[in-house]
């Protein structure tokens, strides 16, 4: 079975240094000493992510280029472990949370192991089901969400790491870590989604920015639908269908809901529009040709790029 060395828990991050300084808090007191936290600055606008790593005692990098899938290949780069996980940076983490990760990585057909984000005002609600393994290719909407995701590095680098046009920070705002758990099935490998590793999502959304947030997720998933027709026609067909009955479908319920109708209906219009947009981009394997890639954001003075191991 895996040891705590071979992992890496990588933090991708943007202009958040707070809420960074208490994740990697919660980060760095539930893992043991050998496991590497790794903080991956997607070109803030000032020094204060990277004081905040520092301060934490995690390792540093930075991009100059935003957008998240950028940022988390930058982590898979810098990382020499062979397992990676990731969280965000308005996430706490729970004591234990890494154990189901090593233990489903010692099979060797398990390419990814997702867990459950729960919402800090749910935290002590419900119970955790067990364990799901996914295979089918269509599966992958379902496996897990960004905030918890683990994947053996060497297989997603070999896959051409994360879809650089896809994820927060770029116009296809969302579903770049559905994306890579569809394209590890289509390589052969299982997904375990398991419910006891658990983190707490802190930040919640309201108004306009939960809306907005519904509306990039619709605009990644359209995008994701797209590709998917392309490069498997009827894994796409299947995808784009599950997400227009189950889009629509929240979106009927929720018609006297006026906080998640509207969500519901902006990722319903973010599907159509980034299905669309997926089709006028190229595709490079598995990932689309990033055309169009956002400007350079230097920092105005020099940093020490070398993410030196401070743990």
């Not at 540093?60 to 020499?80: E, K, M, P």
């Amino acid at each position: 079975m895996p040891t705590p060395h071979d992992l890496a828990v990588i933090v991708c991050t943007r202009n958040r240094a707070t809420m960074l300084g208490a994740a990697l808090e919660s980060i760095l007191a539930s893992v043991p000493s050998d496991v590497e936290v790794l903080v991956v600055d997607s070109a803030s606008d000032d020094g204060a992510t990277r004081d905040a790593a520092i301060a934490a005692g995690a390792a540093y990098v930075r991009s100059d280029i935003r957008g998240l899938s950028i940022a988390r290949d930058l982590g898979l780069r810098t990382s020499t472990r062979p397992l990676v996980l990731f969280t965000d940076d308005d996430c706490v983490a729970v004591t234990g949370w890494i154990d189901p990760v090593l233990e489903h990585f010692a099979d060797p057909a398990v390419g990814a192991v997702t867990g459950r984000m729960l919402d800090h005002t749910l935290v002590g609600t419900g119970s955790a089901e067990p364990p799901r393994r996914y295979t089918r290719t269509v599966q992958g909407i379902d496996a897990g969400h960004g905030a918890v995701m683990a994947f053996r590095r060497e297989l997603v680098l070999e896959l051409g790491g994360f879809d650089p046009v896809l994820g927060a920070g770029r116009t296809l705002a969302g579903a770049e870590d559905l994306d890579m758990f569809c394209r590890v099935l289509e390589a052969g490998h299982a997904i375990v989604h398991d419910p006891t590793c658990i983190i707490h999502h802190m930040n919640t959304r309201h108004g306009d920015s939960y809306t907005e947030l519904h509306h990039g997720y619709g605009l990644g998933l359209g995008a994701l639908a797209n590709k998917m027709l392309r490069l498997r026609f009827t894994v796409g067909v299947a995808t784009l269908a599950v997400l227009l009955k189950r889009t629509g479908g929240r979106a009927v319920r929720h018609v006297r809901d006026p906080r998640k109708g509207k969500a519901d209906r902006a990722m319903l219009r973010g599907i159509r529009q980034g299905f669309f947009a997926g089709a006028g981009m190229h595709l490079n394997g598995s990932t689309f040709v990033d055309e169009h890639p956002p400007p350079v954001t230097p920092l105005e003075s020099p940093i020490d790029r070398d993410p030196g191991r401070a743990r």
